[in-house]
């Protein structure tokens, strides 16, 4: 019989920091396969790298390839993800089928989420969480992030959830899962390109030591999730009015084209980088940086 230790493989680096009790964040790979072009993909990623490890974290990006969970792919492993043609998006109910089958794959926020804690890992950045989208009354279209969430011992690094959701029912459904969702030096959820949706947050934090206090908490009293959402940098925000008429155009073509579930976020993002001429692009560079940035400093003040 299989044991875990026969599918998950840890980078010497990340298996030392575990071992010594050193900060690691987790970083997914589904941006890198799925989220940005190349070769954006593989510059952002080193770059959250590079950033976490200057902040005195270690940095585990978590993809799978050849049958086995990678938590800390190589340079060579992060090119491969970024340029394959075929790579499965890979969440909890993808994971056993695309370990079997050996294929390449590239974890979402909640198959990091998984894969990452089954290595003992607690932090995690990324872009913006999955959510509840619009016109899920109907659809039931709810991202198997918020559910993860529910489960598992992590504290996620984001610029909030993606406008193209359904932001009310996104903070109602975490609330129903009894996920805490914080704003870091911020009174409302941010909503990726946009500093601001308009959600006022139940708690609002200021400094990481006081962070590192609630992970404590919420762990040692075995809860599970913490939603911390950073606004994009203000250098970097983009225009309200523009950015949800792309969107909202976007969606249009996609239910027109029956584009649905995983496939609809790459789709939309895509149209908007095509609309924006590129500015999306930068501003998702700009906020997955900020994000790996804060996360290492929240992961350093838990070990410190």
């Known amino acids: 019989m299989h044991s875990l230790s026969s599918y998950l493989t840890l980078s010497e680096e990340v298996q030392t920091a575990l071992q010594e009790k050193r900060p690691v964040v987790a970083l997914e790979s589904t941006v890198i396969a799925h989220g940005l072009p190349y070769p954006a993909n593989v510059e952002v990623a080193q770059a959250m790298e590079a950033v976490i490890r200057g902040k005195g974290a270690v940095p585990a990006t978590v993809g799978i390839q050849e049958g086995k969970i990678v938590v800390g792919l190589s340079h060579d492993q992060i090119e491969r993800l970024g340029t394959a043609q075929q790579v499965q998006k890979v969440s909890r109910r993808d994971l056993a089928v695309t370990l079997a089958t050996g294929r390449l794959g590239a974890t979402t926020v909640a198959g990091t989420m998984l894969?990452?804690?089954?290595?003992?890992?607690?932090?995690?950045a990324t872009g913006g969480i999955g959510g509840v989208h619009?016109?899920?009354?109907t659809s039931m279209d709810i991202s198997t992030?918020?559910?993860?969430?529910?489960?598992?011992?992590?504290?996620?690094?984001?610029?909030?959830?993606?406008?193209?959701?359904?932001?009310?029912?996104?903070?109602?459904?975490?609330?129903?899962?009894?996920?805490?969702?914080?704003?870091?030096?911020?009174?409302e959820l941010p909503a990726f390109y946009t500093r601001r949706s308009g959600r006022r947050l139940s708690h609002r934090v200021d400094d990481v030591a006081t962070l590192a206090a609630i992970a404590h908490a919420q762990w040692t009293c075995s809860?599970?999730?913490?939603?911390?959402?950073?606004?994009?940098p203000e250098r970097y925000e983009m225009d309200g009015s523009s950015l949800d008429a792309a969107i909202e155009e976007a969606l249009q073509r996609a239910s027109a084209q029956g584009i649905h579930g995983a496939a609809i976020t790459p789709f939309v993002l895509a149209h908007i980088?095509?609309?924006?001429?590129?500015?999306?692009?930068e501003a998702n560079k700009a906020l997955l940086?900020?994000?790996?940035?804060?996360?290492?400093?929240?992961?350093?003040?838990?070990f410190s």
Not at 134 to 137: H, I, L, M, Q, T
Not at 289 to 302: D, E, G, P, S, V
Request: overall charge negative; some cysteine.
């Open 115 to 124: 894969c990452a804690s089954m290595a003992g890992i607690r932090f995690l």
């Open 145 to 187: 992030d918020l559910t993860e969430l529910s489960n598992t011992p992590m504290l996620v690094v984001c610029a909030g959830a993606k406008s193209m959701l359904d932001l009310d029912l996104t903070l109602e459904y975490l609330e129903t899962q009894g996920v805490p969702v914080i704003g870091w030096q911020t009174d």
């Open 273 to 281: 980088a095509n609309v924006t001429v590129g500015e999306s692009v």
């Open 223 to 232: 809860l599970h999730g913490i939603v911390v959402g950073c606004p994009i």
């Open 289 to 302: 940086i900020n994000n790996a940035t804060w996360a290492a400093r929240f992961a350093r003040a838990y």
């Open 134 to 137: 619009r016109g899920a009354e």
